[in-house]
C-alpha cells in the first residue's frame, strides 16, 4: 500500500508565495514520476508540475517561469514552489505518484493524496 502525504497549502496574497510538500510511504521500491496537479471548482483536474525518476521536469505552460518542481528520490518526495501566485492558481492541489507495474510483490499504478487548497486572494 502507498500513501501521499501533503503539506503547504494554504490563503496567500497575489504575487505571494508557497511551496508544497508530498512525502510518499509504503512498500516502494520506485516511482517513476511524481508531481502535482489541481483542480478549480467546476474545473477539470489539470497537471501542474512533474518530474521523472531520472530528472525531467514537465510543467504546465501557466506555470512555468513562476513555479519550480523538485525531487528527492531517495526520500520519496517531491516539493513544488510557488511565486509570483496569481487568483487564478487558487485549487485544491493533489499529489501523484506513478509507479510502473513491473514487480508483482510492489504495488504499482496510480497514487493520489488527498489534496492540500492554495487560495491566492487579497
Known amino acids: 500500500q502507498v500513501q501521499l502525504e501533503e503539506s503547504g497549502g494554504g490563503l496567500v496574497q497575489p504575487g505571494g508565495s508557497l511551496r508544497l510538500s508530498c512525502t510518499a510511504s509504503g512498500d516502494i521500491f520506485e516511482i517513476s514520476s511524481m508531481g502535482w496537479y489541481r483542480q478549480a471548482p467546476g474545473q477539470e483536474r489539470e497537471l501542474v508540475a512533474s518530474m521523472t525518476d531520472g530528472g525531467a521536469p514537465n510543467y504546465h505552460s501557466s506555470v512555468r517561469g513562476r513555479f519550480t518542481i523538485s525531487r528527492d528520490n531517495a526520500k520519496n518526495t517531491v516539493t513544488l514552489g510557488m511565486n509570483s501566485l496569481k487568483p487564478e492558481d487558487t485549487a485544491v492541489y493533489y499529489c501523484?505518484?506513478?509507479?510502473?507495474?513491473?514487480?508483482?510483490?510492489?504495488?504499482?499504478?496510480?497514487?493520489w493524496g488527498q489534496g492540500t487548497r492554495v487560495t491566492v486572494a487579497s
Open positions: 501523484h505518484a506513478e509507479i510502473e507495474c513491473i514487480a508483482t510483490t510492489i504495488p504499482c499504478g496510480d497514487f
